[in-house]
């Protein structure tokens, strides 16, 4: 009877052993599910932003000018193509591109050989007249003095006048002859016209120049200016005075500042364009000729709402904004203008107000009512209640 009643309670005890062992993994799955559950829900919940003033920009209305674009190149006002004024070779170039240059320096040296040969023979020449000259005069002296006596007829006397008056023609012309030929001579030196530097040599020694050749150019790097051209339907509203805001490549990220001087009467007939002259308005300015210009002329301005490229979100064609409204970002679709060249500032011509305010900066993670904290007011906050706790401690 013993042995029956011990047989009996281990086999309940086995029994329940494995009624236990059954549950526990069941406890386990419930378990994690509800930790599972848990986690997603606090993903779910969105985390309030800190955010500082710095970070964050006011919507505000300002000036936007607006114009015709105008583009052209940077040219010098001042400048001289040099050529040949006698036809000689060419003997020695004494500047190479870039060099400095005074007001007369010797820049090319033509041969003068020729030309000083003949300059010799002008001379000789206007020596020649100017002996015949005197003793034709003599002999009219004589023949005034014979006929005073009766000695010589007064054809005589007209004839020795006439050859003297001849001669007297003879030895001026001989003298402009030696004066040209001078002349010549001096232009086988070509010398600078004004202080500047040497942009462009275009012989070299040996070579052949005829008269109207081209030999050297220089340029006044302190006379730049900006000519361009602008469309002739768009010409009406471009007046001398007008400020010109424009970019020249090779100065990335640079503007320059200039004024219209003048206005071309005349529009180009193949590809009806204008051009308008702009003058520096500062003294800093490109040292290079030729390079490209573009900007806009600033004959109008007008008052829009603006908001700075950061603060631009973009997905396709859209733009849109992050405004923080009642403590919380709002995605704020909106219709953008023209871009100010001069503070890069967007136009926006639909979609917010003056005095919204964005987020400077935002991030791609961003989520719709996400709750938005002003840093600086926490900190006031706190130190508000800092001083309400020393108050009352006193």
């Given at each position: 009877?013993?042995?029956?009643?011990?047989?009996?309670?281990?086999?309940?005890?086995?029994?329940?052993?494995?009624?236990?062992?059954?549950?526990?993994?069941?406890?386990?799955?419930?378990?994690?599910?509800?930790?599972?559950?848990?986690?997603?829900?606090?993903?779910?919940?969105?985390?309030?932003?800190?955010?500082?003033?710095?970070?964050?920009?006011?919507?505000?209305?300002?000036?936007?000018?607006?114009?015709?674009?105008?583009?052209?190149?940077?040219?010098?006002?001042?400048?001289?193509?040099?050529?040949?004024?006698?036809?000689?070779?060419?003997?020695?170039?004494?500047?190479?591109?870039?060099?400095?240059?005074?007001?007369?320096?010797?820049?090319?040296?033509?041969?003068?050989?020729?030309?000083?040969?003949?300059?010799?023979?002008?001379?000789?020449?206007?020596?020649?007249?100017?002996?015949?000259?005197?003793?034709?005069?003599?002999?009219?002296?004589?023949?005034?003095?014979?006929?005073?006596?009766?000695?010589?007829?007064?054809?005589?006397?007209?004839?020795?006048?006439?050859?003297?008056?001849?001669?007297a023609s003879d030895l001026a012309a001989a003298k402009a002859r030696s004066v040209s030929?001078?002349?010549?001579?001096?232009?086988?030196?070509?010398?600078?016209?004004?202080?500047?530097?040497?942009?462009?040599?275009?012989?070299?020694n040996g070579d052949t120049a005829q008269v109207g050749k081209e030999l050297i150019k220089?340029?006044?790097?302190?006379?730049?200016?900006?000519?361009?051209?602008?469309?002739?339907?768009?010409?009406?509203?471009?007046?001398?005075?007008?400020?010109?805001?424009?970019?020249?490549?090779?100065?990335?990220?640079?503007?320059?500042?200039?004024?219209?001087?003048?206005?071309?009467?005349?529009?180009?007939?193949?590809?009806?364009?204008?051009?308008?002259?702009?003058?520096?308005?500062?003294?800093?300015?490109?040292?290079?000729?030729?390079?490209?210009?573009?900007?806009?002329?600033?004959?109008?301005?007008?008052?829009?709402?603006?908001?700075?490229?950061?603060?631009?979100?973009?997905?396709?064609?859209?733009?849109?904004?992050?405004?923080?409204?009642?403590?919380?970002?709002?995605?704020?679709?909106?219709?953008?203008?023209?871009?100010?060249?001069?503070?890069?500032?967007?136009?926006?011509?639909?979609?917010?107000?003056s005095g919204d305010l964005l987020v400077r900066v935002p991030a791609s993670n961003f989520?719709?009512?996400?709750?938005?904290?002003?840093?600086?007011?926490?900190?006031?906050?706190?130190?508000?209640?800092?001083?309400?706790?020393?108050?009352?401690?006193?």
């Open positions: 009877m013993l042995r029956k009643t011990l047989f009996a309670l281990a086999v309940a005890a086995s029994l329940a052993a494995c009624s236990k062992s059954a549950k526990e993994p069941e406890a386990a799955g419930a378990s994690a599910s509800a930790t599972a559950k848990a986690g997603k829900e606090g993903d779910a919940k969105l985390v309030t932003l800190q955010i500082s003033p710095e970070d964050t920009v006011s919507v505000e209305s300002n000036a936007l000018a607006s114009g015709p674009v105008i583009t052209g190149s940077i040219q010098p006002e001042r400048r001289a193509d040099l050529r040949a004024e006698v036809g000689a070779v060419v003997v020695q170039v004494l500047k190479e591109n870039g060099e400095a240059v005074k007001k007369g320096d010797a820049l090319v040296r033509l041969d003068e050989t020729s030309i000083r040969d003949s300059v010799n023979s002008a001379d000789e020449a206007t020596r020649a007249a100017q002996q015949s000259l005197e003793q034709a005069q003599r002999m009219f002296e004589r023949q005034k003095t014979l006929r005073a006596s009766g000695m010589v007829s007064t054809q005589a006397l007209e004839d020795a006048e006439i050859r003297r008056n001849n001669l030929a001078r002349q010549q001579l001096t232009r086988t030196v070509v010398r600078a016209p004004f202080d500047g530097i040497v942009s462009e040599r275009k012989v070299s220089v340029i006044d790097p302190a006379s730049m200016r900006f000519e361009g051209l602008v469309s002739a339907d768009k010409i009406g509203v471009v007046k001398a005075g007008q400020p010109v805001l424009f970019r020249v490549n090779g100065y990335p990220g640079q503007n320059f500042n200039g004024k219209v001087t003048r206005v071309d009467p005349a529009a180009n007939a193949v590809t009806r364009q204008v051009q308008v002259l702009v003058a520096f308005s500062e003294p800093a300015q490109p040292r290079v000729a030729g390079l490209y210009a573009e900007g806009r002329v600033e004959a109008q301005t007008s008052a829009s709402l603006m908001v700075p490229p950061s603060a631009l979100m973009q997905a396709g064609d859209n733009n849109y904004v992050w405004r923080i409204k009642g403590g919380a970002l709002s995605k704020v679709a909106l219709t953008v203008g023209t871009r100010d060249e001069r503070s890069g500032l967007w136009q926006v011509t639909s979609g917010l107000a989520k719709e009512g996400q709750k938005v904290e002003l840093s600086a007011q926490k900190a006031v906050a706190s130190a508000s209640a800092t001083a309400v706790a020393a108050t009352k401690g006193n």
